[in-house]
């Protein structure tokens, strides 16, 4: 492990001398909440001087979270303090609203999902082919109401419908067209998300991650992003991308909720925004995935919302739009199944195998080993696009890159199909009913199927390391599930090839007698491999499981699946700690602490602690105007400044308050009470013993930490995983001896990635 105190020279504006910081700085905190005082009769006093007013936070900042809650508390009990019928139905309403909010959420995103899959689902199909009665059918549509087996002469390809019948012309025109309109749709999400909303691009989670543990982002989540993401997103993925659909609803679902609080007039602080988006958030898994149990856990393992005070509360919520969701997108039913089930495994063994532990085992071990790769070459591909000239060329990347995956693509069977229909046939068992996948099913060709899997999985896991991370919207838990499920079914298919040509070897005496009757079922394999896969590359668990068996409808091989995603972990961790998100968040560099425990090697708080010579502090030596100290509140951009009396320590003031207070009395001082050579002080006694100076104690932060520079430094980081704190002052007998930022602990934690703030900055 990398010396703290070695890390901390790397830290980007830990020189306090400087006036200037990044704008990215999560401790150049703009503003602050109402404050709040305990009078003796034990009440709350609030503060309604305007210098306490809450002032809007600025981009790229991070919030308060004990004033926010502090603010929450205040509003409840000033809506429950009203009397007569005001004071009944004032709360009442209140809540009213943010049901309101949270259920038109839930509708809205479920039909927003649906409609989504059905635009995609029709452009992709218009790639290869057309309805010959109505153009805006996609291919099921046309062809709904045939038997099983029966032959749907509705719809054409382009060769057919121009009536070509030669074979190198067909073949032609089809690679044509299909590369073209690859092309077209690639390149029109490209522009629209570099013309309209820069932020619409990649999935969103990592920066939704950031924002729910208070980072400020409005930007983020605008009208724009949000419809551009999802029309940028439908382009997208029906272009042939090596992507998919499901975390960029996770976004869609959080800048609806966000739009629709605006709209209602939802009055609600930071905090209690959070725990909104969080709810939405789960609502975006559960019509992704058409998992709402999924979308819950999702919320709580993957997006920490368990670091909210309430999470109970944050649950509660989470589960009542995740369900209407879920029901919204069965109601529009797009993809005419009547089910939300998505990829659903049928015609296999109810039961399994001891045997069957091994591969599923190895499945395991590779979904791990792979996962950690895809991390390491998407992280490389970025950090090289950062660095060179693609950077200043987005969209004649996406042009380019998406011409090349659909011509590779077009010469493999099993990438020509959309990433959906392919792991939708790599999860179905053999059924000469329903017809064979481009002879997946042939015995005859096992060799050749295992080869065109295998390469099927290497190809998809080089075009998503690069794929993922330009600048059209993109999900990567689609693109994983595929790469795991060729593996798996190939896996699959060697095992049950295996056990056909040895049915009396020991290993296989569990299986049935009748060699007609199928002991090894490799459409099951396929879905071991994806969660092996998505274990590997999200590092999710318990949320994980539940969203495949939700996904596949596989519920009697819900313990075999919690194997693949428990030792894929094993594998992945030991490879590297961090998910693809979590690399992601610190390349970034966003204000974001990982839930997960941090081990010190003996370390203490003194190690990483700004020593306080170097920090920018205020003195208060009563001898200095008003003035003075607004000149130095206007040059120091940092979030706020120590307040000391010689070396003993006073307290903490927050810059933008400070700011605020000190214009005000100086614009408002038009009878000349006070004038900008006034001193000051931010002492109580001082005030009282000398009425000539101007007490601004009620500015000191009355929030602040302090602890001693010799405290572990273990239990330092866990403090401000824990109580989301934003800094902790260090003194030592009354004398200030040192500071420690929410920043400087989240480079603590991430130094070990070897791209830690790399594309920072970078939008």
């Not at 995103?109 to 995609?120: R, S």
């Not at 999985?457 to 080089?462: D, G, I, P, Q, S």
């Not at 994806?530 to 274990?535: D, F, I, P, Q």
């Not at 040059?635 to 307290?651: A, D, N, Q």
């Amino acid at each position: 492990m990398q010396d703290p105190s070695s890390s901390r020279q790397n830290i980007p504006w830990f020189n306090a001398q400087s006036s200037t910081h990044h704008t990215n700085n999560p401790d150049t905190f703009t503003s602050t909440s109402p404050s709040f005082e305990l009078l003796e009769n034990g009440t709350l006093s609030h503060e309604t001087d305007a210098a306490q007013a809450s002032v809007p936070y600025a981009e790229g900042t991070t919030i308060d979270w004990h004033r926010e809650e502090a603010a929450e508390r205040e509003r409840k009990r000033n809506l429950h303090a009203q009397s007569g019928l005001r004071g009944l139905m004032a709360p009442i309403l209140d809540s009213a609203r943010m049901w309101l909010v949270i259920i038109l959420t839930g509708i809205g995103i479920g039909i927003a999902g649906a409609w989504l899959d059905i635009l995609v689902k029709w452009l992709g199909d218009l790639r290869e082919g057309r309805c010959a009665h109505n153009l805006f059918y996609n291919q099921v549509a046309c062809c709904s109401g045939l038997d099983p087996g029966e032959v749907c002469k509705e719809w054409q390809t382009w060769s057919e419908y121009f009536g070509i019948s030669s074979i190198l012309g067909s073949s032609l025109l089809q690679a044509w067209v299909y590369t073209s309109l690859a092309i077209l749709f690639a390149g029109g999400a490209a522009v629209l998300v570099v013309t309209y909303a820069p932020y619409a691009f990649h999935t969103g989670i990592p920066e939704i991650k950031a924002i729910l543990r208070g980072y400020v982002f409005d930007a983020f989540l605008s009208r724009w992003t949000l419809l551009i993401k999802a029309l940028g997103l439908a382009l997208a993925v029906a272009s042939g991308l090596s992507l998919g659909k499901e975390g960029p609803l996770v976004h869609v679902a959080c800048c609806m909720a966000f739009l629709f609080a605006r709209m209602f007039r939802l009055k609600y602080n930071e905090s209690q925004k959070r725990k909104l988006l969080a709810a939405a958030a789960s609502a975006g898994v559960s019509v992704a995935f058409g998992s709402p149990l999924g979308g819950v856990l999702f919320g709580l393992e993957e997006l920490d919302t368990f670091a909210f005070s309430n999470e109970i509360d944050v649950m509660w919520r989470g589960f009542v739009t995740s369900v209407i969701a879920a029901v919204s997108l069965q109601w529009v039913d797009p993809f005419g199944t009547a089910k939300l089930v998505l990829f659903q495994v049928t015609a296999g063994s109810d039961t399994w195998r001891a045997f069957e532990l091994v591969p599923w085992l190895m499945l395991a071990v590779i979904g791990g080993l792979v996962g950690s790769l895809l991390i390491r070459l998407n992280a490389a591909a970025a950090v090289y696009r950062r660095n060179s000239s693609i950077h200043e060329w987005p969209v004649l990347e996406v042009v380019g890159f998406s011409a090349l995956t659909a011509t590779v693509c077009y010469l493999v069977v099993f990438l020509r199909v959309q990433s959906s229909e392919l792991v939708s046939n790599l999860f179905q068992e053999c059924d000469p009913i329903k017809g064979d996948f481009h002879g997946l099913c042939n015995p005859t060709a096992v060799w050749r199927n295992v080869f065109l899997l295998v390469l099927t999985a290497a190809v998809k896991v080089l075009l998503t390391a690069w794929t993922f991370g330009m600048m059209v919207p993109a999900g990567i838990f689609l693109p994983t599930i595929a790469i795991g499920a060729c593996i798996g079914r190939a896996m699959g298919i060697l095992t049950q090839e295996l056990q056909r040509a040895y049915p009396a070897a020991w290993i296989f005496a569990s299986c049935p007698p009748d060699p007609t009757v199928r002991c090894v079922s490799p459409g099951f394999y396929g879905v071991v491999g994806a969660a092996a896969m998505l274990g590997g590359v999200t590092r999710m668990t318990v949320s994980l499981v539940v969203i495949v068996f939700e996904l596949t409808g596989a519920l009697s091989h819900v313990l075999p699946i919690m194997i693949s995603v428990v030792v894929s972990k094993w594998v992945a961790d030991a490879l590297g700690k961090d998910g693809i998100y979590s690399v992601w968040i610190a390349m970034r560099q966003y204000p974001w602490l990982p839930p997960s425990e941090y081990r010190d090697q003996g370390q203490i708080a003194g190690q990483i602690m700004k020593p306080a010579h170097d920090l920018i502090v205020v003195v208060d030596d009563q001898t200095t105007s008003l003035k003075e100290l607004l000149d130095f509140a206007r040059k120091h951009g940092f979030h706020g400044f120590p307040v000391v009396s010689g070396e003993m320590l006073v307290g903490f003031v927050v810059r933008e308050k400070l700011r605020a207070h000190l214009e005000r009395l100086i614009t408002e001082d038009v009878d000349g009470a006070l004038n900008e050579t006034q001193q000051w002080t931010f002492i109580k006694s001082a005030a009282r013993a000398n009425p000539e100076l101007v007490n601004l104690s009620s500015l000191l932060d009355e929030a602040v930490l302090q602890l001693r520079k010799e405290v572990p430094l273990q239990l330092v980081v866990n403090m401000f995983q824990k109580m989301n704190l934003r800094h902790v002052l260090f003194s030592q007998a009354g004398k200030l001896t040192g500071l420690v930022t929410k920043t400087d602990i989240v480079w603590l934690v991430t130094a070990h990635l070897p791209h830690t703030g790399a594309l920072a900055g970078e939008i």
